[in-house]
């Protein structure tokens, strides 16, 4: 049996600045430091370099799945992650999206995120800390995590 693995979308699959210049002026000034309540924002971002492949790699190696958090104010990010999974992550994900405000709620070995917000600084498996020192991006991810599935 494969070991589970979680990958958080934002700022680990999903470029989240990559989207900002895409917004109306008016729009991004009306929404300053709250950009993630902008409708349909994550429908505009790119993927993280390495991300796309990295996935589909991690599903070969574990049980992998998307877990992700919406903003609470903003009901488009439910619908646009979902989206965005199907278009760039394809069958790879098929019914593998988990939105919560509460990741420390899932069991599993391994969640990729790069905040320790929302749970993620209480899930139970090892949180691997995407944009850190030691996991700066995907290529030292993939590094770590190719000898931990066996």
Known sequence: MKKV?????????????SAVPRLPENVAAEYEQRLDEVPGIFALMDPVPGAIESYKELCDLY???VLSTSPWENPSPWSDKLLWVKKH????AYKRLILTHHKNLNSGHFLIDDRTKNGADRFAG?????GSE??????????????KAI
């Not at 693995?5 to 600045?17: Q, T």
């Not at 992550?89 to 790879?92: I, Q, R, Y």
């Not at 030691?134 to 000898?147: E, I, K, S, T």
Request: glycine share 2%; no cysteine.
């Open 5 to 17: 693995i979680y990958v958080d979308m934002d700022n680990v699959l999903v470029d989240f600045p």
């Open 63 to 65: 049980d992998a799945y």
């Open 89 to 92: 992550l394809g069958s790879v």
């Open 126 to 130: 090892e949180h691997i800390l995407f």
């Open 134 to 147: 030691r996991f700066p991006n995907w290529q030292f991810v993939m590094a770590y995590l190719r000898d």
